[in-house]
């Protein structure tokens, strides 16, 4: 490496520094092809800033950190290039090196630092952008910092000097701190900068913090003047896009006490950043960041997809803001999906999904697409960006994916909420867009509130965000309240003979197979405790309709939820029903929730509005659960029988006879059955069929215990029931899931997307239960699952020797590992992580033990027998102690043995519990432990009402069960 001693002046450097290493770097910012001059392209620049403190100044590279900060819970994303650094600023950890340079992916959509709302309206902001920066720890400051990029930008790059203007920190009187005069004069005495152009501003503009505590310090900013005729000094840091800033100069000399006093540091630091949007802009001779070579093909695959006219550059033109939003925000999410984020509903995962329907809504509304565009695009920041951050390029399918799964989620619902807003728009004072709308556009349809509020902006309104919150809260209230509607609302039977006698007819319901909407009129209106006339605001209420497309819970499938609204009227104000439950009671459907605006009453006609959204993801787990009800029956036996099953928006559950657990290879063929009949996209038929006729059909399940009216449902996968039915001696049926089923289903598998698999589990003796997601939720747990085996592999390999993968063992790992110093940083940081994962999944797996241990005993206990002997899976030696106290809290004068067993470590535990009135009869805990240990090679005991016991072969386990039981009839006399 070609190091520069910090006693070398700039000057007396730089033909040697040219010549030697960056021949193309001439004072100007453009090379020759023949007799043509081209302009440097974006790699190019951000390969010479790179070069330049590596070379030049002796710093180390350093990889960019990944976007989404996983292991920072402070911060939504990486907003800047210091963050991978926070740790060395607040004396907290180290690096084998005092200078580095790297560009650094950031994000600015949320928190603090938040562009979003600027993207597409000016020509400089953006939400993804790449942060060039050199740092210096603990080594030189303010005379190098300044020095070298007075050089980079002059000399390597040939900027106009005339153009460059500096700003310091003017001082403040509440931190008794004076000017940074320090930089006001090496700006002066190093280079040969106008002193004119140096100007002083206030903490806001030049004095940097990292938060309320912590290192900070004044900075000096580099802004550059991109006026036609280069008189526009007197716009610096006034937000004008041609005067921008292009460079940061932190210099760190301070820590801020929690007192808010400023101390000085024993180490001075220094943090720069410069966006390379910006300077791609200025050296390429550009009007905007958007007219460079790092968004044209971005802009040309946008003109691809959607035949739109080419971008202009237009401030005020809803076209070139579309190009803007659309190629800005699909960086953004590429990016951020490639270092593990993911759209989601809470956190930075909602700031990904607010980003993606913002761009999704300009692509269909303002470009006139009707499908996805967004996936379409990844591509064209593949070719941009995929060379300098590889996980890009190494993602791009599964990024493709991921995209293309929430456009399509959101098209679904795009139309009508436009329809929504315009309604409201046409309706409203001219001025503002009402707090309901936003907030149905929000809950019903999936707008995010700012994405409604620019739409509003546009038209020149606002939104009535004041009341949109208002609503929001009720909303949470509602949500948390749920739980204590159920007991409350149901309808006695009294109450449905007086619906009756009231020529009150039975609900009409059979628009709940079709879009989730109809015109109704209300029927009546339960309060809990009487039939009322009317609902208001008071309190939460049951509205029946007389049809509805409500879904009302049934056979395993949760109830729909969404909004009743009325519309005003002449005679009435406008009002709004928030329905959370949807229930069944006969033959009358019950909307149970809460007046979100204006009062109802009977007879009011009405439009009922399903949440689509959820139950999108409720029609997917449901065709889900029938596929996977086939592919148990396939891999294990026909003859096991559905025991139960549960389907929401975020799961499914399904329960099955089973006696024991699945084994690995067993879950793993189930799994992938499943995402075959996805993949292949089989058809969904849905037919009314005599239930003789139904009956008759090969290989058609019905759940155990069920009543099933006549004429039944029937759902079929994989061939029309009108096939099944032809064909009754055709082995067609053997490839096909065919049950009775009266819940919603998707048309095709392929909009399931995809199944994960996530527990298999014993609920109770004989019943095994599966908990599976679908769509982007199982898509992101395999994924993380490959993550995390990844990163096992590679922890178990220390110097080439294999180590064990235990949780201790990780724990020495980890531990040598840190005090080794032939380890890299990286992978020391790698090993970190991993030591955390696994003390969260040891705390989350034995959470989730006690959970599953409890319920097999909540079943067990359930049963009328004083004497209990049970096997419990899953157990250990709390979990299962506490399961014996549950049980015995239910027979307090009964005995109670369970049982578990660990086949890949070779345990059996046993503990027992008796009662004074057996322990009279001649039973004895420890006794009795003891007998049933011998059985499995072992031993124990204890005292007479309470003993535990172990064992070493899991393979005896019904063998000692057997002469647990014989033992406890002998000695009380009860064979």
């Excluded at 039939?531 to 008071?538: F, I």
């Excluded at 009453?601 to 993801?617: L, S």
């Amino acid at each position: 490496m070609l190091y520069l001693p910090r006693e070398l002046h700039v000057s007396e450097y730089n033909s040697c520094f040219k010549t030697l290493l960056l021949p193309s770097y001439e004072a100007t910012n453009y090379f020759s092809i023949g007799t043509k001059q081209m302009p440097l392209s974006a790699p190019e620049i951000r390969a010479q800033f790179i070069e330049f403190f590596k070379e030049r100044c002796g710093h180390t590279e350093v990889p960019s950190s990944p976007v989404v900060p996983h292991d920072d819970p402070t911060l939504l994303f990486t907003n800047a290039g210091m963050n991978q650094f926070k740790d060395v600023f607040l004396g907290r950890g180290s690096r084998p090196y005092t200078r580095a340079t790297d560009t650094q992916k950031c994000i600015r959509a949320g928190g603090k630092h938040n562009d979003l709302e600027d993207v597409g309206r000016d020509t400089y902001h953006h939400t993804f952008f790449e942060m060039l920066g050199n740092w210096s720890f603990g080594d030189y400051f303010k005379a190098e910092a300044i020095q070298w990029s007075w050089e980079l930008f002059t000399e390597v790059w040939g900027l106009d000097k005339s153009r460059i203007y500096i700003t310091v920190f003017s001082g403040d009187e509440t931190d008794g701190l004076e000017p940074d005069i320090d930089a006001e004069n090496l700006w002066k005495e190093l280079t040969d900068i106008d002193p004119s152009h140096i100007t002083r501003w206030d903490r806001k503009d030049n004095f940097w913090e990292m938060g309320s505590t912590g290192p900070c310090g004044p900075c000096s900013e580099i802004h550059y003047d991109c006026t036609p005729d280069g008189n526009g000094g007197h716009l610096v840091n006034l937000d004008d896009p041609n005067v921008i800033e292009l460079w940061n100069l932190v210099f760190i000399q301070y820590n801020r006490g929690e007192d808010g006093a400023l101390a000085t540091l024993p180490n001075q630091h220094v943090d720069t950043g410069m966006g390379l949007e910006r300077i791609v802009r200025v050296l390429q001779g550009k009007n905007s960041n958007y007219d460079t070579d790092l968004w044209s093909p971005i802009f040309e695959a946008i003109q691809k997809h959607t035949g739109v006219r080419a971008y202009s550059g237009g401030l005020e033109d809803h076209i070139d803001i579309a190009y803007r939003v659309v190629a800005d925000h699909i960086r953004c999410l590429v990016v951020a999906i490639a270092d593990g984020g993911r759209p989601g509903s809470a956190g930075r995962e909602y700031v990904l999904r607010r980003i993606l329907r913002r761009g999704v809504r300009h692509a269909h509304q303002t470009l006139g697409l009707d499908g996805p565009l967004l996936c379409k695009l990844v591509p064209s920041v593949v070719e941009t960006l995929g060379e300098t951050f590889p996980e890009i390029e190494e993602h791009k399918i599964q990024i493709a994916h991921i995209i293309q799964d929430e456009e399509e989620s959101f098209l679904k619902t795009l139309d009508r909420g436009i329809e929504l807003f315009n309604k409201a728009v046409q309706e409203g004072d001219g001025k503002t867009v009402d707090a309901t709308s936003a907030f149905a556009l929000h809950d019903t349809f999936g707008f995010p509130i700012d994405l409604t509020e620019v739409m509003a902006d546009e038209l020149g309104l606002h939104v009535d965000r004041e009341g949109y919150d208002q609503l929001m809260e009720a909303a949470r209230e509602t949500s948390r309240a749920t739980s204590e509607i159920d007991q409350k609302m149901q309808l006695p039977p009294e109450v449905l003979g007086k619906l009756e006698s009231l020529s009150v007819h039975p609900t009409d319901d059979s628009k709940k197979y079709g879009q989730g909407i109809s015109v109704a009129r209300v029927k009546a209106i339960w309060n809990g405790k009487e039939l009322t006339g009317k609902a208001d605001d008071s309190m939460v209420f049951g509205i029946m309709l007389d049809k509805t497309p409500f879904y009302a819970d049934a056979g395993g499938q949760v109830g729909d939820i969404g909004n009743i609204v009325a519309e005003r009227s002449a005679n009435r104000e406008r009002a709004q029903f928030q329905v959370a439950e949807t229930h069944r009671y006969g033959d009358y459907v019950l909307h149970i929730g809460t007046m979100l605006e204006g009062s109802m009453q009977c007879g009011d006609e009405v439009t009922a509005i399903v949440n689509e959204k959820r139950r999108n993801a409720i029609t997917s787990n449901h065709t889900t659960t029938h596929l996977l009800n086939h592919a148990l029956r396939t891999v294990l036996t026909d003859e096991i029988q559905q025991r139960g099953s549960l389907v929401d928006n975020e799961k499914l559950r399904f329960d099955f006879s089973q006696s024991h657990a699945m084994t690995d290879e067993q879950i793993i063929k189930v799994e992938q059955l499943v995402n075959e009949a996805i993949g292949t996209s089989r058809i969904v038929d849905i037919q009314e069929v005599s239930l003789e006729l139904a009956q008759r059909i090969h290989g058609v399940r019905a759940v155990f215990g069920e009543r099933y009216p006549d004429p039944v449902r029937v759902v079929s996968i994989g061939a029309t029931v009108d096939e099944l039915i032809a064909n009754p001696s055709n082995k067609l049926w053997q490839d096909c899931s065919v049950e009775f089923c009266g819940g919603t289903h998707v048309a095709d598998c392929s909009e399931a997307q995809h199944f994960a698999l996530l527990h298999e589990q014993a609920l109770a003796s004989g019943t095994r239960r599966i908990t599976a997601v679908t769509g982007v939720p199982a898509q992101a747990a395999h994924e993380a699952g490959a993550r995390l085996l990844q990163q096992i592999e590679e922890a178990k390999q220390k110097d080439g020797v294999e180590l064990c993968s235990s949780y201790d063992s990780l724990i020495r790992i980890v531990d040598e590992l840190t005090l080794s110093q032939t380890i890299k940083h990286k992978a020391k940081k790698e090993l970190q992580k991993l030591f955390v994962q696994v003390k969260q999944i040891q705390k989350q797996t034995a959470s989730s033990r006690k959970d599953i241990v409890l319920e097999q005993a909540r079943v067990i206990a359930e049963s009328p027998d004083e004497l209990v002997i049970a096997e419990i899976d899953g157990a250990d030696k709390d979990s299962i102690m506490v399961a014996l106290d549950a049980i015995r809290s239910k027979r307090p004068d009964g005995a109670a043995m369970l049982i578990t067993s660990d086949k890949e470590e070779g345990k059996v535990l046993i503990v027992a519990g008796v009662s004074k009135q057996y322990i009279s009869r001649g039973l004895k805990a420890g006794d009795w432990v003891r007998e049933a240990a011998k059985v499995c090679g072992g031993g124990g005991g204890g005292r007479p009402d309470t003993a535990q016991a172990g064992g070493k072969d899991p393979s005896k386990v019904s063998e000692a069960i057997q002469v647990a039981i014989q033992y406890a009839n002998e000695v009380t006399n009860n064979e």
